[in-house]
């Protein structure tokens, strides 16, 4: 599962007409937001056919809670994640996401335990992006337990991580490899946004895996918007051994205040036997009204090393809050 940043998929979720999950106060200390998404999704041109409508794996059904606190400087969140394990490799059908407690003062945030980390474009979570399936970009950091210290300044945001783990999730869900001796993972990022609607995101990760191999990735991104209803975004990702690059081109259009519409290409350059491909689709947003909302997406994928080249239609309801 490509784990996607939630400042990142924040960005995205501008650019669409779907509702953001907004949360829902219980008191001035406690809060609670979430969604739930199911799919009908078919796949057609794979080894499987078409069995998979209603039977969709990965991000296309699943439910998410989170409790936040807050108490002086001090903030945390703990949620809960529910997916089909046997779709997901995950050896859990609930698991921990979140948990973790951030102390800020002044511009400066630090954060401790298990978190998402920075990068990737796309948001870890369906109900922020455009799209129902992810895109080629292939890479993005993933939930991990360790420090980390954030910066916000006037036009931009940096921060630096310290982690179990960085290229991704070596437990049975979403998680690090909880190994802290020799294989930790390093993160950092810069983020612009001095010029008007505009983002600029870099950020890079590296891995000393026990002692051995080691592990570089990096990852750049830009959303600009065009005008109120006309946006563009653009990615490029690296993870060396694994993907010789990936990226993304995604430009998004606000019909109206309830609709948008997003294209998308995106392209992979494999390594160590995986093929290369190219994928385009479109996708569709309807969102009825602040808690309810409809998806629809049609994509094509070319694997020019030969083997399947899958063509997917979906639809995909949301409740979120």
Request: net charge negative.
């Amino acid at each position: 599962m490509k784990s996607r940043i939630q400042i990142a998929g924040t960005v995205a979720a501008l650019a669409t007409a779907a509702a953001v999950q907004a949360e829902v106060k219980i008191n001035d200390s406690l809060s609670l937001d979430g969604y739930a998404i199911g799919s009908g999704v078919v796949t057609e041109g794979t080894d499987k056919g078409n069995d998979k409508l209603g039977k969709s794996g990965g991000p296309y059904d699943s439910a998410y809670i989170a409790v936040n606190g807050s108490y002086k400087d001090f903030t945390s969140k703990v949620s809960l994640y529910s997916v089909n394990f046997g779709d997901n490799n995950t050896g859990d059908d609930v698991g921990i996401l979140d948990a973790y407690v951030t102390y800020k003062t002044g511009n400066l945030s630090l954060t401790g335990a298990k978190y998402l980390g920075w990068l990737g474009f796309e948001s870890f979570h369906s109900v922020n992006n455009a799209f129902i399936s992810f895109s080629q970009a292939g890479y993005a950091s993933p939930f991990a337990t360790g420090v980390k210290a954030d910066y916000a300044g006037e036009g931009f945001s940096t921060g630096v991580s310290v982690r179990d783990s960085q290229v991704g999730p070596g437990g049975n869900f979403f998680e690090g490899d909880g190994e802290f001796s020799d294989d930790l993972g390093y993160e950092a990022y810069v983020m612009l946004t001095s010029i008007e609607k505009l983002t600029v995101f870099a950020g890079a990760g590296f891995e000393d895996v026990d002692g051995g191999d080691q592990t570089l990735t990096y990852d750049l991104w830009a959303s600009y918007a065009l005008s109120d209803s006309v946006s563009l975004a653009a990615e490029y990702a690296y993870l060396e051994e694994v993907n010789n690059g990936s990226w993304l081109l995604q430009g998004t259009y606000k019909v109206s205040e309830p609709l948008s519409v997003s294209g998308r290409l995106t392209g992979s350059d494999g390594d160590n036997g995986s093929s290369d491909s190219f994928g385009y689709g479109i996708a569709s947003t309807y969102a009825i009204n602040s808690n309810f909302a409809i998806k629809g997406e049609v994509t094509k994928t070319d694997n020019n090393a030969g083997g399947n080249d899958p063509f997917t239609y979906a639809l995909q309801g949301q409740f979120k809050f």
